[in-house]
């Protein structure tokens, strides 16, 4: 990503953020959401850790600033679940993985998402593996050059900013969604909590849920909910009403 493994108007992105040098499962949680300073029709979504001497504001303004954005007004909802903006018109969605720099195997852990995302009843939404990949995902800041949109959905691993754990980009016009993995943070997989450690598969069906169209969800037991809590690799019947609701 521009130091490790770039975007075009109408950007969504989702990123999840921690704010020490070592992951703290029981630190606080918040959620904001923004609009491109450079392009309002970007839009963000962010999931940022507090870490213990930093302030929910604080947070939210560091987060905001890292993807050079602005808060935007939470859209009124009757529903736990909400959109981003993006709705695929071409399915499935494709998605690559780069394995380059991996903290861990991967792909496995991304693929393993495909089938909860595409079974949920009532809902026509279906992802599914391109394979793997040695671009670098081009929506995404972190990306050699300017973000632009190259048609490829590819996931892979980046030295990002520090406190950014993974981040999301999108775009609605052209559909492309593009996700970058932080190196910095201790990764396992399996589905199980270990120690400290963030698993991936947990982190990638987040993430993925973003790249269908879904925003943070305020259902506690959503996948959407905009916290790490803990490693869940299920969905909950929220993130599957905002899926059948979306498509």
């Known amino acids: 990503m521009r130091k490790g493994i770039g975007a075009a108007a109408g950007a969504v992105v989702a990123t999840v953020l921690l704010c020490a040098a070592a992951p703290a499962m029981a630190a606080k949680v918040v959620a904001v959401d923004g609009v491109s300073k450079a392009d309002p ?43 981003t903006g993006l709705r695929w018109d071409v399915l499935p969605v494709r998605q ?9 195997a991967g792909q496995t852990a991304l693929t393993n998402t495909y089938p909860t995302w595409s079974g949920v009843t009532g809902s026509t939404y ?9 671009r670098c995902p081009s929506i995404v800041r972190e990306c050699p050059g300017a973000q632009r949109n190259d048609g490829f959905n590819d996931v892979g691993w980046a030295r990002l900013s520090n406190g950014t754990l993974g981040v999301t980009w999108s775009t609605n016009n052209p559909d492309e969604a593009d996700m970058a993995i932080n190196t910095r943070y201790a990764w396992t997989t399996g589905c199980t909590q270990q120690g400290s450690a963030y698993d991936l598969q947990t982190v990638f069906l987040h993430e993925n849920g973003h790249v269908a169209g879904l925003g943070h969800s305020t259902d506690t037991n959503a996948v959407m909910y905009p916290s790490y809590q803990t490693a869940r690799c299920t969905l ?12």
């Open 96 to 104: 690559q993985y780069n394995p380059a720099g991996q903290v861990t």
């Open 236 to 247: 909950g019947q929220d993130d599957k009403n905002g899926l059948a609701a979306l498509y």
């Open 41 to 83: 029709s970007r839009q963000v979504e962010i999931l940022v850790v507090v870490g213990k001497d930093e302030n929910a504001k604080a947070a939210k303004a560091r987060a905001l600033k890292a993807q050079g954005a602005k808060a935007k007004p939470t859209p009124p909802t009757s529903n736990g679940y909400t959109f």
């Open 126 to 134: 279906r992802i599914t593996s391109g394979g793997t990949t040695s």
